[in-house]
Nanobody, 124 residues
Framework: QEQLVESGGGLVQPGGSLRLSCDGS????????RGWFRQAPGKERQAVSA????????YYADSVKARFTIAKNNAKNTMYLQMHTVKPEDTAVYYC?????????????????WGQGTQVTVSS
């Protein structure tokens, strides 16, 4: 069974930085779409950032542009989300995902496999 494992979440002060990792080393095949989503209490899961592997095009939600960066280490099949200048509204459970629908990378329906999530809390 395909498996994604997130790590790197935690408590960070406003204005600080955090790097999330998504270990995809146990994936048995390549997926064209890799994404990061987040879900705050009482809210829907929303796309934060995504990457199409074939052409390395990236997507960022308006709320995180210029603050977050998505990257992938192909040798380790690990995806990262570097978060800078974090804000309290970034507080959520962050999930990584892998899927084949490269035309809908902003949508949860495009992804077939999800990690278990990692909590990010931005608070002083």
């Amino acid at each position: 069974q395909e498996q994604l494992v997130e790590s790197g979440g935690g408590l960070v002060q406003p204005g600080g930085s955090l790097r999330l990792s998504c270990d995809g080393s146990k994936l048995t095949q390549s997926y064209g779409a890799r994404g990061w989503f987040r879900q705050a209490p009482g809210k829907e899961r929303q796309a934060v950032s995504a990457m199409t592997i074939t052409d390395l095009n990236t997507y960022y939600a308006d709320s995180v542009k210029a603050r977050f960066t998505i990257a992938k280490n192909n040798a380790k099949n690990t995806m990262y989300l570097q978060m800078h200048t974090v804000k309290p509204e970034d507080t959520a459970v962050y999930y990584c995902a892998a899927g084949s629908d490269i035309d809908r990378v902003r949508e949860t329906a495009a992804y077939d496999y999800w990690g278990q999530g990692t909590q990010v809390t931005v608070s002083s």
